[in-house]
């Protein structure tokens, strides 16, 4: 009985990059959809009553948001594998820096704990995730 070798098999190789870049997308859309859905709810549980809300600042945030989202899935789709390591370094940064903003917002007495603990974990967990994909030797 012959054995396959890899180059006859008809499993397709895994893109771990376009894998994350989705997981990526889908993370924005969850993070960045109660702002668009219920605004005043999201800055509430956020960052509490006392705190001022803007709401052009929320759907200009939102904007930003999805728009890097979207671009990462552009690359993602695509068949450049420099390019899709390069927008996995730039998203992880980006969720640990965000993260790191709003750890900053709590000590300041700008955002709630409670909420702002529960999703920095997340972004900085995604974040790191997305760094180390990115800087993976293949």
């Known amino acids: 009985m012959a054995s396959k070798s890899s180059a006859t098999s008809s499993k397709p190789a895994r893109d771990v990059e376009k894998a994350l870049l989705t ?25 509490g009553e006392k705190q001022p809300r803007n709401q052009n600042m929320n759907q200009f945030w939102t904007m930003a ?10 690359v993602a789709n695509s068949d450049d594998k420099k390019a ?12 640990c820096t965000g993260a790191a903003m709003q750890l ?3 000590r300041r007495g700008e955002q709630r ?6 999703g920095s974990g997340v972004q900085a967990a995604l974040g790191a995730t997305l760094l180390w994909a990115g800087f993976c030797k293949d």
Do not use: Y
């Open 23 to 47: 997981t990526n997308l889908a993370a924005i859309v969850a993070f960045s959809a109660p702002a668009v859905i219920s605004p005043g709810h999201w800055h509430n549980l956020v960052f």
């Open 65 to 74: 948001m999805t728009t890097a989202g979207a671009a990462g899935q552009i």
């Open 84 to 95: 899709k390591k390069n927008m996995l370094k730039l998203m992880g940064a980006a969720w």
């Open 104 to 106: 900053n917002n709590v």
């Open 113 to 118: 704990r409670e909420a702002t603990f529960a």
